[in-house]
């Protein structure tokens, strides 16, 4: 994925075009997605009135960072969507039926980038497809880079944020339950958002 920005903490300096940037090689590689220190999480409006907030606890990913080339840096995300845990067990049971993820038939959500895209400073912008209900759809993901560091353990780790919107009707995810006062149960637009930590393998 390309996100390879790098805060200078020594002077106060203007983002320039990736093109023109630091060299930033040193983060070129492949890298394993550290679940323990890493979420990957959804909102969604319930009611017309709050939010509902959840996560998948069990997934794996991969990164290839290009730090000389971020478009050609890549991404692959597996996630077991049986883990998902929104703090209240009959809902999780609910989300896991046939009226919404059916996880039975469809143990997992996949994600694969196409293509990856520098903004400027600490944004990037990375750009796949997402594989949820037996059907596949892009995704954009926008990121900010948030540095790369050695842990006292000898790994060498890099961090970022991303969101992501989607509608979930796109995935056939569609149930719904009208309201006395107008409006639906569950809305339709969903938000993405990720908190990842990747330690470099080679």
């Keep these: 994925m390309g996100i390879f920005g790098r805060r200078n903490t020594t002077q106060t300096v203007t983002a320039a075009p990736a093109s023109t940037g630091p060299d930033l090689t040193a983060l070129t590689g492949d890298y394993a997605i550290d679940p323990a220190h890493s979420t990957i999480g959804f909102v969604a409006r319930h009611a017309m009135v709050t939010n509902v907030k959840g996560g998948f606890g069990d997934f794996t990913g991969t990164l290839h960072l290009d730090g000389a080339d971020p478009a050609k840096s890549t991404a692959v995300l597996d996630v077991r969507v049986e883990s998902i845990d929104t703090g209240n067990a009959d809902r999780d049971t609910h989300l896991k039926s046939a009226d919404f993820f059916k996880t039975d038939e469809f143990p997992m959500m996949t994600f694969r980038s196409t293509g990856a895209q520098a903004l400027g400073g600490e944004d990037y912008r990375v750009t796949g497809e997402l594989s949820l209900l037996g059907v596949t759809k892009p995704l954009t993901i926008d990121l900010e880079f948030n540095g790369s ?9 890099v961090g970022f944020t ?25 809305s339709d637009k969903v938000k993405l958002t990720f908190d990842i930590s990747a330690i470099k393998q080679a």
Aim: avoid cysteine; glycine fraction near 14%; charged fraction near 25%.
């Design 149 to 157: 560091a050695k842990d006292p353990f000898g790994n060498e780790r």
């Design 162 to 186: 991303g969101k992501a919107e989607i509608l979930r009707s796109e995935w056939g995810l569609t149930w719904n339950a009208a309201l006395e006062t107008g409006g639906v149960l569950v």
